[in-house]
């Protein structure tokens, strides 16, 4: 489980002066449990197709589908269940909440399932100690380092099992020996779990780690 496939996707921003298509038909395969780096300059469609892939935002043409699921088809709340349920995001600004430690971030994506319990508390422990955070649970994330943080968020993405993990440009924030960490811990996480793996970087030293490289330019895989 874990498979990604785009049609013809096109998605054109029309807010500007002139409109822009920031995705711009692109057909795309990603293969189950494959660690896959997106790589393309800042502006080359990079998060635009991230956020198609993960159903945060709908093409103006073409089918995107998760396991043979259209997704650009689905209703608002099916969508919302679908991505809750299937798909971990990890972004460039961490997005934790502030006011919640380490361990209930990780916890709130089993919450959406069901209330708190002594199992959803183990599981979100246990995801921190997989990311090395071990003895930082009580932090907030404002008591973290930035390569701290992100790594709760890659606990956060994976607490659930998804099938699929999206990382839009996690290192973007971080320092590059913070980043090449966070990349290796992504890397190990991922065979650990076989979990489809999509991470975008606009740096080529970040690129080696990966199975599959998808390469953008001005919206279009080159
Ligand atoms: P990347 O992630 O590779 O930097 P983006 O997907 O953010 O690329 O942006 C692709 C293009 O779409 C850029 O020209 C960007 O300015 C434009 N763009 C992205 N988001 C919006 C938006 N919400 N409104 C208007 N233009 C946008
Ligand atoms: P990235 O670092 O991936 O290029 P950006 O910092 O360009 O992302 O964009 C951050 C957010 O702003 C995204 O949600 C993107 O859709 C939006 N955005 C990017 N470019 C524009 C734009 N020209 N106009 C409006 N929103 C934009």
Redesign the pocket.
């Known amino acids: 489980a874990g498979r990604v496939r785009l049609r013809g996707v096109r998605r054109v921003?029309r807010?500007?002066r002139a409109p822009?298509a920031?995705v711009d038909g692109v057909d795309l395969d990603i293969a189950p449990g494959r660690f896959t780096v997106l790589a393309g300059p800042?502006?080359s469609g990079?998060?635009?197709l991230l956020?198609l892939i993960g159903g945060l935002d709908r093409p103006d043409e073409g089918a995107v589908s998760l396991d043979g699921t259209r997704l650009d088809t689905l209703d608002d709340d099916t969508l919302t269940r679908l991505r809750g349920e299937r798909i971990g995001f990890v972004f460039?600004s961490f997005n934790l909440v502030p006011v919640m430690s380490a361990l209930e971030n990780v916890e709130l994506p089993l919450l959406q399932a069901g209330p708190s319990s002594t199992g959803s508390r183990e599981r979100a422990r246990s995801m921190l100690e997989a990311v090395g955070l071990q003895g930082l649970h009580r932090r907030r994330p404002g008591e973290l380092s930035g390569g701290q943080q992100q790594r709760v968020a890659v606990a956060r993405a994976l607490v659930h099992r998804p099938r699929l993990v999206l990382a839009?440009?996690p290192t973007?924030n971080l320092d590059r020996a913070s980043g090449q960490a966070l990349i290796a811990l992504m890397r190990t996480l991922q065979r650990g779990t076989g979990v489809t793996f999509v991470f975008?970087s606009?740096d080529p030293s970040l690129l080696d780690e990966a199975d599959v490289r998808v390469q953008l330019l001005d919206g279009r895989l080159a």
């Open positions: 921003y807010q500007g822009v920031a800042s502006g990079k998060s635009t956020q460039q839009d440009e973007a975008s606009h």
